[in-house]
C-alpha cells in the first residue's frame, strides 16, 4: 500500500484526522445503516453486562463505546481509546449530545502499546480499527493482556465474502463505488481509496480468527455478517 513515503501510523493517523467530520455519515452510507445493527451484535458478542468496565479500542467518533454504555448500565463503564485528535473530538461531541456521558471516559492513545495494565478490563472491542494497525497480532495481544481471564476480546472489520455472484459485486462496489462515494460525499477520494485497499490486504475472517488462537485466545470464532461482507471474530482469555 501507498503510504506516500510515511510510515503506516502516521498515514492512517492524519487520514482519520482528515476524515473525521464526515465519518458518522459516510459509514451509515456505505453500509446501507447497517453499521449500527453490527455494532450490535458485537456488543452481545463481547458479552457486556451491567456493572462491567469494557475497553473499545480504535473507538473513532465513538459509536460502538455508545453502543456498549447502553448495556453495561450506570453501573460500568466504558474506556474508548483512539490516537487521531479528531475523530475523539467528534467522538466527545457524540457523547455529550448522548444520555451516556458519565459512563464513557475517552483517552488518547495507541492501541500498538495499550497504556493500562494487565487484566484491567472485563471485555475488549475493536470496530474496524485493527487493519489500521501496523500489526495486527500485536492489537491483539495488547487487547488480550489488558483483559481479565474469562473476558472476551471482539473484532468487527470488513471480511472477505465467499459466495459467488455476490462475492464479484460486492468487489465492485468497493473497489469503484466506495472512492467515488469518498471523493463526491466527502472530498476525499484519497482516505477512502486507503479504506478500501486495507480491507483488501486484511486477513479474511477464517485467517483473522486463527490469528486469535495463535495470539492466545480460545474459543476462537468468527460470525459472518451480510454474506461475509463484515465479520465478528472473537475469542475468550483463559
Ligand atoms: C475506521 S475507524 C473506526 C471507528 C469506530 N471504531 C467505529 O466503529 O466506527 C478506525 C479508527 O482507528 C483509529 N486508529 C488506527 N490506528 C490506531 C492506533 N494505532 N492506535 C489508536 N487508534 C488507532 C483511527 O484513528 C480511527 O479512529
Not at 157 to 186: E, N, R, S
Request: proline share 4%; charged share 20%; net charge positive.
Amino acid at each position: 500500500m501507498d503510504f506516500s513515503g510515511k510510515d503506516k501510523a502516521t498515514y492512517v493517523q492524519e487520514t482519520f484526522n482528515s476524515i473525521a467530520k464526515s465519518y458518522d455519515l459516510m459509514n451509515t452510507l456505505m453500509s446501507f445503516g447497517l453499521d449500527k445493527g453490527w455494532r450490535r451484535k458485537a456488543v452481545r458478542t463481547v458479552e457486556a453486562k451491567p456493572g462491567m468496565h469494557i475497553l473499545d479500542v480504535c473507538c473513532g467518533t465513538g459509536q460502538l463505546a455508545m453502543e456498549i454504555a447502553g448495556t453495561i448500565g450506570v453501573s460500568g463503564k466504558v474506556t474508548g481509546l483512539d490516537f487521531s485528535e479528531n475523530m475523539l473530538e467528534k467522538a466527545k461531541e457524540n457523547i455529550y449530545s448522548s444520555p451516556y456521558q458519565s459512563l464513557i471516559a475517552l483517552r488518547q492513545g495507541d492501541a500498538m502499546h495499550l497504556p493500562f495494565p494487565d487484566n484491567t478490563f472485563d471485555g475488549a472491542t475493536v470496530g474496524w480499527g485493527l487493519r489500521n494497525l501496523p500489526n495486527v497480532g500485536q492489537g491483539i495481544s495488547e487487547m488480550l493482556r489488558v483483559v481479565k481471564p474469562g473476558s472476551m476480546v471482539v473484532s468487527l472489520d470488513m471480511a472477505k465474502p465467499t459466495l459467488l455472484g455476490f462475492k464479484q459485486g460486492y468487489w465492485f462496489y468497493f473497489d469503484k463505488l466506495v472512492p467515488w462515494m469518498g471523493k463526491i460525499w466527502a472530498g476525499k477520494a484519497k482516505a477512502y481509496q486507503y479504506l478500501h485497499d486495507s480491507a483488501v490486504e486484511f486477513p479474511s475472517q477464517q485467517e483473522l480468527a486463527r490469528i486469535f488462537a495463535r495470539c492466545g485466545l480460545v474459543e476462537t470464532r468468527y460470525q459472518n455478517l451480510l454474506g461475509g461482507v463484515v465479520a465478528i471474530v472473537s475469542g475468550r482469555k483463559a
